[in-house]
């Protein structure tokens, strides 16, 4: 599989604080990987790192074969790179639409933003329902729905997202779930996703990583990590099994 995005021992700090400890992941083209943590172990900065959010001390970031470790987050975001972040945050007093093309900010292309963003409204028919609709009166699965598509409207290679069940009901977790398989398989879209849940997470991922305070501390593919005692203990309560 061709690499898309790779962190090469990346160390980053707040002030003092040793925020991530020579980290290094891989993702590749069309791939879904996991990262797995629970709170404070590093999940955040890694993708705040990704997206130029914050810089490293050492270490570099490449996405398509090009180092962008201190590029802005503009360019990287012109380069391919787009962000669903935690708990959505959409823009409540702009329509379904207008968040939608809010998503295409860094291109000038008019008739690829308006062909694209029939394509979020067959590929999201829910939304298409909504798209004169407030993105603040939607339900949390809409607002999800609604931020992805949001990313998705950059024509993105790779999507970082950011807790994406946070908040939902088991159903609505499922249906997130699915979009996030079929949008990878027909737009062949990579994702990169910030999970706690494990089973979740590891059920539509190939690979995974685990970060505990600020460092990768397991990594392998899904099966690896769900049959992997450490993972079992600490995520899916099966100690001693």
Do not use: W
């Amino acid at each position: 599989m061709t690499e898309l995005l790779a962190l090469d021992d990346v160390n980053v700090y707040y002030g003092p604080f040793h925020a991530l400890r020579g980290n290094s992941l891989t993702v590749g083209e069309g791939e879904i990987v996991s990262l797995l943590g629970g709170n404070a172990s590093g999940k955040s900065t890694t993708m705040k790192t990704i997206l130029g959010l914050v810089r490293p001390k050492t270490g570099t970031v490449r996405f398509a074969g090009e180092d962008v470790t201190h590029a802005p987050t503009r360019r990287r975001v012109a380069a391919g790179i787009a962000s669903v972040p935690e708990a959505r945050r959409v823009f409540p007093e702009m329509t379904v639409d207008e968040n939608l093309i809010a998503g295409a900010y860094t291109r000038r292309d008019k008739a690829g933003v308006a062909e694209d963003l029939d394509r979020m409204r067959t590929h999201f028919p829910r939304l298409a329902e909504r798209r004169r609709q407030h993105a603040g009166t939607l339900s949390g699965g809409e607002q999800q729905m609604l931020a992805f598509a949001r990313a998705l409207m950059s024509r993105p290679r790779l999507v970082c997202m950011d807790e994406p069940t946070m908040g939902l009901s088991p159903k609505l977790v499922d249906q997130v779930l699915d979009e996030i398989v079929r949008i990878n398989q027909e737009l062949g879209v990579a994702v990169l996703f910030v999970e706690q849940q494990a089973e979740l997470a590891l059920s539509i991922a190939s690979r995974g990583y685990v970060l505990a305070t600020g460092a990768i501390v397991l990594e392998g593919t899904a099966q690896e990590l769900l049959d992997d005692p450490q993972i079992q203990e600490a995520y899916l309560g099966k100690a001693g099994q």
